[in-house]
């Protein structure tokens, strides 16, 4: 256990993901483990991230349920094109380093990333969907350029919703592995097993504010989902058919939801969860293209 809890901590995902599949062979109730800890195998949750030494901007901007911190670089003139990134559960804004210090974005947009409330410097310990997706309405509120939101896993269906609520200034939008569909959300019986028998409290703070937002995730999605028909400006999704966490079924739901806009669709034959990781270029891609 000491093994898996360093490959955690370090973020190593294959390494991680090999040694869940090792304890999955003990038992039935390690295969629930499996399922809930993949989503703690994603990049280094802070390590290397010096926001000063890139140059990268430091900000707490409020809202009504506290307060967020906020990374950006790139253009800082008014009215500039903006770019903000969405981590999923868990995780927070250090996952999106790569492209907060990327050149050719930083030359194009105004490149924002944030801890969700209840992550890294983000307080307080955890809000629900709605109030996630109201969190993000109060940066975008802060912004005059045209707004271009991206999502990773639980950060699809809070663009999503935020792309609802703002139809005026958030021109493109664009999910990846977005978890929104509520009958293949990400709860499983030890998120429920943990949440009852209140065993979350011995769990990291990470781990303990993503058991929270994933158990209330389903009443969250299907409050969201009358809102999906409202949106109207460009969606992509980019899934990939290996997914384990989010089912690329997700993208067959938004697909039936988004009547008023045309999806574009990115499968990707033998592509994970990781995307942002995994496939900067493609994303980045998708980013620039107008």
């Known amino acids: 256990m000491k093994l898996l809890f360093w490959h955690l901590r370090r973020g190593k995902n294959e390494r991680c993901l090999f040694v869940l599949k090792l304890i999955v062979m003990k038992s039935r109730w390690a295969l629930y483990l499996l399922f809930f800890l993949l989503g703690s195998c994603g990049p280094p949750i802070g390590q290397g991230f010096k926001a000063m030494e890139l140059g990268l901007k ?58 969700r409330p209840g992550y890294g410097k983000s307080g307080p310990p955890w809000r629900p969907l709605g109030e996630q997706i109201s969190a993000l309405n109060a940066l975008i509120n802060k912004e005059s350029g045209p707004v271009t939101l991206v999502g990773h896993s639980m950060g699809g269906p809070i663009v999503l919703g935020a792309t609802a609520d703002q139809p005026e200034k958030v021109v493109r939008t664009i999910v990846l592995a977005g978890s929104v569909d509520p009958e293949r959300g990400p709860t499983r ?50 899934q990939g058919k290996k997914d384990w966490l989010v089912p690329y079924q997700n993208v067959a739901y938004l697909r039936e939801k988004l009547t008023s806009v045309k999806l574009k669709e990115i499968l990707l034959q033998n592509e994970g969860h990781f995307l942002p990781w995994k496939q900067l270029p493609l994303i980045k891609e998708e980013i620039l293209a107008e």
């Open 189 to 238: 019986p030890l998120n429920a097993f943990l949440k009852k028998t209140h065993a979350d409290a011995l769990l990291p703070k990470s781990l303990r504010t993503s058991n929270e937002e994933v158990h209330a995730l389903r009443t969250g999605l299907e409050d969201l989902e009358s809102r999906l028909g409202d949106i109207k400006s460009p969606v992509t999704v980019i």
């Open 58 to 115: 430091i900000e707490d901007v409020a809202w009504a349920g506290g307060k967020i911190r906020t990374y950006s670089s790139g253009l800082k003139v008014a009215d500039s094109a903006v770019v903000i990134f969405v981590h999923g559960s868990p995780g927070e804004a250090s996952g999106w380093k790569a492209y907060l210090t990327d050149i050719e974005l930083g030359e194009n947009f105004r490149i924002i990333a944030y801890d």
